[in-house]
């Protein structure tokens, strides 16, 4: 049996980024899960993990009992332990790969995405997190949450531009992996997933590539990723 | 026997960087081939192909001949046709993956690159391209060439940026595609290439993760693309 904590939002809203890629990724294993979500600010919950982040998962079987914290961490063990069940790279190239976009989507992508959603996503957390959740998105920022919302237009078309190359890719093949969705698909998705749950504002035209592409995620396991809370 | 179509610089410069893609590809799946340079703005010498661009490449055996164009789609046919043989992209989701990085790789790398070289590369192209080269890459950079050069600096911070997070993967693992090099590390390596061959700046600093990198990808093969005429 395996545990996932991710992060709590208001109204039960789960907007952690990378818990997505754990999510995603247990769904494509076909593994099931129970999910514990955690207040941002609440380093207690999740000590025992030895981290500070989610997602963790905790997986009990056979009297042995692992615990893995960081997204990539985790697509790794399971990619191992779960080697019998519909792969998530595919090989060493394809695991190689992800590495190298999960550093693109951490260090362009997602950097760039916040200052779109940030300030709608304040409205949408946990009651208890607004204080920490201010300190940390302002440093980042290096400006007030309120000043960030002023500068979404902006921000907006700096993220066009950085997901032009992700455009034109998925105009010319269904998934970021190739025809069928494995975890690079899963990295660029939760991204999205996020804004999509952080913020009410359209990100994408209803023409866009990307736009088709997360329907198609959305779809995917029942529409396991559509039907939640969202902004 | 396999026949090469690239461009020909001056002092048998082999500076395509789309070429460079192919020809690793060729190295790693052990074909030999026979190389012709044509001039840029020689398009009746590659009229054959159908096209206007190289990489061309003519495969002849069994009494049956292919002539493919495009890197892409020539990688495609070689890993296909030579499917024995070590392998580009490690299946379906490394190909997925690889065609994600290479449409990063054309539309986000290469044209930043450009305008830190092409001021360099005009010196070392051949002399009966010069009327062409500058028609095509002012129209791209919609400036001179002089002007371009004297925007080296700027041209080089953003560079930088595009770069920045093959540097931080490059710090993790020894190559795009993992352990080993495969098709993704020939994209990358492709434009490094370029820019060695047109241009006598450094693009990197020694202890850059990204110099290391292309340390290794000029080692390869018996020092195969480190032993041509450079800048």
């Known amino acids: 049996m395996i545990t996932l904590w991710e992060l709590k939002g ?25 999910s514990v979500p955690v207040p941002m600010s609440d380093k207690a919950a999740i000590a025992f993990s030895g981290g500070k982040t989610v997602p963790i998962i905790k997986d009990a ?23 019998d069940r519909p792969t998530l790279f595919g090989g060493a190239i394809g695991k190689g790969f992800a590495f190298t976009y999960n550093t ?18 304040y409205e949408r957390i946990d009651p208890s997190d607004e204080a920490y ?11 007030t949450l309120e000043e960030a919302r002023e500068r979404v237009p902006r921000a907006k078309e700096r993220l066009s531009k950085i997901l032009e190359p992700m455009q034109a890719t998925l105009k010319r093949q269904p998934f970021v ?8 698909d899963y990295i660029l998705f939760s991204i ?18 990307l736009h088709l592409w997360r329907e ?6 029942d529409g396991f990723a559509r039907n939640v809370p969202v902004a």
Chains 1, 2 share one sequence.
């Open 10 to 34: 208001r109204g039960g809203r789960p907007y952690s980024s990378f818990s997505w890629r754990t999510k995603m990724a247990l769904r494509h294993k076909g593994l099931d899960y129970d």
């Open 61 to 83: 079987q056979d009297g042995e009992t692992r615990v893995i914290r960081d997204s990539w961490k985790i697509a790794e063990y399971l990619e191992e332990k779960y080697s």
């Open 104 to 121: 693109w989507a951490d260090r362009v992508l997602l950097p760039a995405m916040m200052p779109v959603i940030v300030a709608d996503l």
């Open 133 to 143: 959740f201010r300190q940390v998105f302002e440093g980042f920022l290096r400006s």
């Open 177 to 184: 992996c190739g025809q069928m969705p494995a975890y690079g």
């Open 192 to 209: 999205v997933q996020w804004a999509r749950i952080a913020s009410p504002q359209d990100i994408f035209n209803n023409s866009d590539p």
């Open 216 to 221: 198609r995620m959305l779809d995917l396991y």
